[in-house]
């Protein structure tokens, strides 16, 4: 009886032990995924007959520490791209995350930042004020199906040439078969490279916006595995695995972090100092929260209209200062309030033009305004047909002052700074109209994590508290 009890323990507790094993072992993931992309390099291409660039490198680090197989595919991009969005367990990068796909996928990253410009060849006196300039310019090289494809079609541009692939834009581009191409430093600088040319064969004759690259998912797939992504991107972020990648294939040490952060050159508010550094009323409170919640991450400056598309279309993504509107209230999420100011419409001093109403508002010839701003939206709610838009708050400020404009719209907090900046003084334009007063705060984008907009928002509130608030206030607004 001794020897049967005997073995029955050594039995049950080699049943334990190896259960115990198979509890703490890693879980597999064992939905098996089809990766495709295409040649596109320094991101993704074949070198020696193998996946190679920044987006591979890291999806093989991925794949081994998910214990998934990790077979990548080229193919032709538009036919990835529809392969991708019908069949499930399906995986394309690198994509660009835009407001038209969106919803066509699940997302993953991001894993890179692309600054897209419309690139002309080096001595080619082509002089863009703003994109819808491009339209007039005799043909625009593009790729079809690529993001900046979808989007020049989607503002108007009827002047596009289709190219095969990146090198095939250079070429005509540098042969003067196109005027025009959209493209990133990175992909440029390789497909010139590529022709035996270097980068300043060609200069950026406009800066169009900002994008970042994921890995985009078939919407069928689950949930599970997305996420799974996302926490292995974010460990290979937070253990330096992606800058060096970056470092590798990119030449900088830049990439985006786990939570973006935007603002704009709007003083006193944010703005970037002569030493380089983003400071400023609204910069210094996003510091000190930061400092509270022991989270530092990188500052970036941006024309206010490329933050604000940004901050609608991805998914971590802060953006400030910005006023809380009607308009916008459902569209972000909100830390805050951070101040308050007042909207003029102003006009140059002596032109003797009085503005009593919005309807005298709305006869004037016409009133500069920018683009994405939250005053420019109320106006165009109120139905305004006068308006003329700029990204550049100066340079409306300088057409208000040499005659240009009859008026120009601004906040009473940033407008004596921007004068100052520009050589004037406050005295030299007229508040004719106060057309609106509001809060601004921090904003987030929808799909952000609710534990970090609760985390901002406590650590605001205990800056409020301790007094740190109170002396960044001070300091930037004691007169």
Not at 8 to 31: G, V
Not at 189 to 211: D, Q
Not at 386 to 396: A, G, K, M, Q, R
Not at 438 to 460: E, R
């Amino acid at each position: 009886m001794k020897n049967i009890i005997k073995t029955l323990l050594i039995i049950l507790t080699a049943a334990l032990f190896f259960t115990a094993c198979e509890d703490d072992s890693p879980k597999e993931n064992k939905t098996p995924l089809r990766f495709l992309t295409e040649e596109y390099k320094p991101f993704n291409f074949i070198e020696n007959s193998k996946a190679t660039g920044l987006a591979p490198d890291l999806l093989k680090e991925i794949c081994s520490s998910l214990n998934i197989d990790c077979e990548i595919e080229f193919a032709n991009w538009s036919n990835a791209y529809n392969e991708v969005l019908t069949n499930e367990n399906t995986v394309l990068f690198s994509m660009a995350l835009n407001a038209t796909r969106k919803d066509q996928f699940k997302w993953a990253g991001p894993i890179a930042s692309l600054d897209w410009y419309l690139y002309a060849v080096s001595g080619n006196p082509i002089v863009l004020n703003e994109l819808n300039d491009a339209k007039s310019i005799g043909a625009i090289g593009v790729i079809e199906g690529y993001a900046m494809d979808q989007y020049l079609r989607e503002a108007g541009f009827t002047n596009l040439v289709y190219c095969t692939d990146n090198v095939d834009a250079i070429t005509k581009l540098l042969n003067g078969s196109i005027d025009l191409f959209p493209s990133d430093k990175y992909t440029t600088t390789s497909a010139l490279e590529s022709l035996g040319n270097t980068i300043y064969a060609v200069a950026p004759a406009w800066t169009i916006k900002t994008e970042l690259l994921y890995f985009a998912f078939n919407k069928n797939t689950s949930d599970a595995i997305v996420s799974d992504f996302q926490v292995e991107i974010n460990r290979l972020k937070k253990n330096g695995t992606l800058r060096s990648l970056t470092e590798e294939y990119l030449n900088t040490s830049d990439f985006p972090d786990i939570l973006q952060i935007y603002t704009e050159a709007y003083p006193p508010l944010t703005f970037m100092d002569h030493s380089g550094e983003i400071t400023g009323y609204g910069s210094d409170i996003v510091k000190e929260i930061m400092n509270v919640n022991h989270d530092y991450y990188r500052i970036n400056l941006s024309a206010w209209s490329n933050g604000y598309q940004m901050a609608l279309d991805n998914p971590n993504f802060c953006l400030y200062t910005m006023d809380r509107t009607e308009i916008r209230e459902n569209l972000f999420q909100w830390v805050g309030p951070i101040g308050a100011n007042t909207t003029w419409i102003y006009t140059k001093k002596g032109t003797g033009i009085s503005i009593s109403s919005i309807d005298e508002a709305k006869n004037l010839a016409t009133i500069g305004t920018v683009n994405s701003w939250f005053s420019t939206q109320y106006m165009e709610e109120l139905g305004f047909t006068n308006l003329i838009y700029e990204s550049d708050p100066e340079v409306l400020a300088q057409k208000l002052l040499d005659g240009e404009l009859d008026a120009f719209v601004c906040t009473d907090i940033t407008f004596p700074d921007i004068l100052a900046q520009m050589g004037y003084t406050y005295a030299d334009v007229e508040p004719a109209f106060s057309l609106m007063s509001s809060d601004f705060y921090i904003a987030f984008s929808k799909s952000t994590s609710a534990t970090i907009v609760n985390q901002w928002q406590i650590a605001l509130d205990k800056l409020k508290q301790n007094g740190t608030y109170d002396a960044i206030h001070y300091k930037w607004f004691q007169n």
